[in-house]
């Protein structure tokens, strides 16, 4: 992304089947992310639990209810953007 916009760098596009499922998910990813003491920048859309999302400055999550994501449609949105295997960038980066 960062050669798209001066947002960020990376988008992280994932989506839950229930809004449960959009909380949960996020609620792991910023508990996962505070054990090694990174906190998001602001956090958006914990009051409907259709799109959350956590803002990390370089990384930008957004944790969809699979409607949403379909209705918005971020992928085509940004589709100039390279998208990454997330395990692998995982592996290689030793995360």
Known sequence: MR???IITDYFVITNGNS???VKA???EVEYE???QGITPERVE???SN???LLDFNSVIVHIFL???REFYSLEHLWN???QLDVQAFLEENHV
């Open 3 to 5: 050669d798209l916009t």
């Open 19 to 21: 809004n449960t499922q």
């Open 25 to 27: 998910i996020a609620g």
């Open 33 to 35: 992310l505070k054990q």
């Open 45 to 47: 859309g914990h009051q």
């Open 50 to 52: 259709n799109w959350i």
């Open 66 to 68: 699979g409607e949403t």
């Open 80 to 82: 100039d953007g390279e």
